[in-house]
Every structure is written in structure tokens, then in C-alpha cells.
């Protein structure tokens, strides 16, 4: 009887959440890496231009920051990404950095998804 009773308990228990659950940390994305930007460089104040992200491991929702904004980006195909540049961005000369942003992914109650990862800087020219 007691068996019994002992198994009721922990069934009870381990039903109820007292169980424990086991969770995986988020894992980094894919690191994205550009590899030339088209142009590579304006004119200051010479009016909005479309920019050219060519490189690698780019995921679909990749975003395009310039200058540390994010900018509406488009997903021309695997290894090019696309954004239209406001003139504003672009009001006086000198470098700008361009990353690119893979978004992380959500991981649910167990984890298991991944955090936003975003390559390293290269310069574009405003002259």
C-alpha cells in the first residue's frame, strides 16, 4: 500500500511542474559578412540611392544598417541584399559604416533559437 501511495505521490508531482525541464541557451545566428557595397560610395547631398549588399550567409529577414540605422532591406538573393538610402543619411561627407543584421530567432519554452548576430563594419564613402 504504501508503494502505492509513494508512486501516486510522485506521479502527482511530476505532473504538476514540480518536474525539472531542461533548457538549451539561445545559440548565435549565422554571422553575416559583406564583401562589397555598390556604389561604395555619393556625393553628400546628392539625393536618395539604392544600396548594394553583396556577400555571405545572409539570412531572408537580414536588415542592412547604415550608420548604425536600420534601413528597409529587400532580399535580392542568397548572397545580395538591397536598401534605398534617404538623402538625409547621407547630409555631409565622410565615412559611414555599413553591417548587416541577422536576426535572432525566438526559442519557444525549451530555448533552442538564436540571438541577432551582425558582421562587421565596412566603410562607405561619403564625399
Known sequence: MRYAIVVLLCALASGCGYGSK?????QPANTPSITTLNPAGVIANSG?????????????NAVINFNGVKQTTMLESAGKLAAQIPNSAIASAGPVPVTVTNPGTPGG???????PVTSQPMTFNVQ
Open 22 to 26: 531542461s533548457t538549451t541557451p539561445p
Open 48 to 60: 536618395a540611392f539604392q544600396l548594394e549588399v553583396v556577400g555571405t550567409s545572409f539570412a531572408a
Open 109 to 115: 519554452t525549451y530555448g533552442g533559437g538564436t540571438t
